[in-house]
């Protein structure tokens, strides 16, 4: 593929197949009713989430499982460490802070997205099968085995095997088979949804956390999946019986609208009137809510006409950056009453009877939004960790505390800028709010606070001449000096006579900061595990 001439002869990785949560969302859910899975398929599950969820501030176990099975990020990895090590949510305030911000997260995407874990799925990278072993209608899937914990809370249906990979080397994996539903996001026509047979070809046994598609047919698969291609894209995957439809729809002609060529070299001029165009006539989010409001009002669902419309115009605005051609929306299609579980206060709104008004409902009232308790000095003689004490540390307490106050300063500073409410929050990346000038692009927006809090934390741990992103072995042997300079670290954040000294700027906002120790996590995890291993031989 050459799109245009250049010197550039370097390969950038821009994604890689790995473990990735599946979710369902507003539109599949849409679908999936319009083409007959019943409700109670959909409240049962949604119900599993939220009562697991409730549970984690509670129960290691429960906490431990539920973000294995429905997590993927850095700030994650934290809170699993932090579990695995012994620390329970209850007597560690950070570690409750971190698990109460994903918990909140969690339920308000149930309630404002409809976004439920399904633990039978996975996202998955589409790849084309280069063997030539698929027929049209068939696909593999190969998923590498989510973690078995104690309590096992979500079941994922599948086992192991052992199968011969790259290099002819033996892993385990799992290998689905029968009926799935894949696939893309977003999808609005009810041929988006497609069912395939997942089938076992050795040939693709190199190919994992990925779905492969035939290369023959009479149409690509992944074109029939909301016209999407094999270019990166992310596809739903589900090998769950409840959630396979009984009935299919042909899938839509996704054929864009013909492009403009132009005979001449493009001008400034013209760039300037495209962006005015493309900033103008960007209908996307209107198309999709009125496609919304319509799949849940009208007699046919989604396959009455006024949504099969607007799934032809949501085609047509997806290409509109590529194309130029915008896709007007009517005033025949232009909502004027919203159901209930849009949360549109300033319109004139109904009690949804469809799916998604009952989950909807069924969640509502649940208070995710629950504050963090003030951190005092009462709160810190209660919780302080002796076992994160190690000899000399007292050399290191003055540089910490100066680096405290100037770590403080610049986390409240990003937290500020961005209008994010707590410190936990934008440690894990569960964002619950931004500021009104950031809401337009929240999913954008959270990555460049992602970046931003990484460069932070870079900068930070710098003093300790480097750091390992080794997450599979974080305890290994450190400098002696290293440990008693995380051990002054959390001193500084922890012990009563520091509570209020390093971050008085923030108590009147943020609460006591406690996230500066933890940006060195491994060290202190090692001074932790080392106290308990030598508690284990005394006794």
């Known amino acids: 593929m050459k799109k245009f001439p250049s010197t550039h002869t370097g390969l950038d990785i821009l994604n890689w197949t790995h473990f990735m949560p599946c979710y369902l969302n507003r539109q599949i859910i849409t679908l999936l009713s319009t083409l007959g899975v019943s409700d109670a398929v959909f409240e049962r599950m949604q119900e599993q989430v939220t009562s697991q969820l409730n549970k984690i501030l509670l129960s290691c176990e429960a906490a431990i499982e539920v973000l294995e099975m429905c997590s993927g990020r850095d700030g994650h990895h934290l809170m699993m460490q932090m579990l695995l090590t012994g620390y329970h949510p209850s007597a560690e305030p950070f570690l409750y802070r971190m698990v109460n911000a994903f918990r909140a997260s969690e339920l308000m995407n149930i309630r404002k997205k409809t976004r439920i874990f399904n633990p039978k799925g996975r996202f998955l990278m589409g790849c084309l099968d280069e063997t030539a072993n698929l027929a049209y209608g068939e696909v593999f899937v190969q998923v590498s085995p989510t973690p078995i914990t104690s309590c096992r809370i979500f079941d994922d249906g599948l086992k192991p095997v052992n199968v011969c990979g790259l290099d002819g080397k033996i892993v385990r994996n799992c290998i689905v088979g029968g009926k799935i539903i894949v696939a893309k996001n977003p999808c609005v026509h009810p041929g988006d949804i497609r069912v395939l047979d997942a089938v076992n070809i050795p040939a693709l046994h190199h190919m994992v956390d990925c779905i492969v598609f035939p290369q023959c047919g009479p149409r690509p698969h992944p074109n029939e999946c909301s016209g999407s291609d094999l270019d990166g894209d992310i596809y739903f995957v589900s090998w769950d019986e409840g959630l396979i439809p009984t009935e299919v729809d042909p899938p839509m002609d996704y054929q864009p609208p013909a492009v403009e060529v132009l005979d001449h070299a493009v001008t400034i001029e013209e760039i300037q009137k495209y962006f005015v165009n493309y900033m103008m006539n960007d209908s996307l989010g209107v198309i999709a809510n009125a496609h919304t409001v319509f799949a849940d009002c009208e007699a046919g669902r989604a396959r009455s006409p006024k949504c099969i419309e607007l799934a032809k115009l949501f085609s047509i605005a997806v290409d509109f950056p590529k194309t130029g051609v915008p896709a007007v929306?009517?005033?025949?299609?232009?909502?004027?009453?919203?159901?209930?579980?849009?949360?549109?206060?300033?319109?004139?709104?109904?009690?949804?009877?469809?799916?998604?008004g009952k989950l909807y409902r069924s969640v509502k009232e649940i208070d995710y939004k629950q504050p963090a308790a003030l951190f005092t000095r009462e709160d810190a003689k209660k919780c302080f960790d002796k076992d994160m004490e190690i000899s000399g540390f007292e050399h290191y307490l003055e540089e910490a505390l100066t680096m405290k106050i100037w770590y403080d300063e610049e986390l409240i500073g990003l937290m500020n800028q961005y209008g994010v409410e707590s410190e936990a929050e934008i440690l894990t990346g569960n964002i619950l709010s931004l500021s009104r000038y950031y809401r337009k692009r929240p999913g954008e927006v959270n990555e460049r606070i992602q970046r931003a809090v990484s460069a932070l934390k870079k900068e930070v741990r710098t003093s300790f001449g480097g750091y390992s992103d080794d997450k599979h072995n974080y305890i290994r042997n450190y400098d002696y000096?290293?440990?008693?300079?995380?051990?002054?670290?959390?001193?500084?954040?922890?012990?009563?006579?520091?509570?209020?000294?390093?971050?008085?700027?923030?108590?009147?906002?943020?609460?006591?900061?406690?996230?500066?120790?933890?940006?060195?996590?491994?060290?202190?995890?090692a001074i932790k595990k080392f106290h308990q291993d030598s508690k284990l031989s005394n006794d």
């Open 481 to 525: 000096e290293e440990l008693a300079k995380a051990s002054a670290w959390y001193y500084v954040t922890y012990h009563p006579d520091y509570v209020g000294q390093a971050n008085d700027q923030a108590l009147s906002r943020y609460n006591h900061l406690l996230s500066f120790p933890w940006v060195v996590y491994d060290r202190l995890l």
């Open 329 to 356: 929306l009517p005033m025949n299609l232009r909502p004027k009453i919203y159901p209930d579980f849009m949360e549109k206060e300033d319109k004139q709104q109904y009690k949804s009877k469809q799916i998604l």
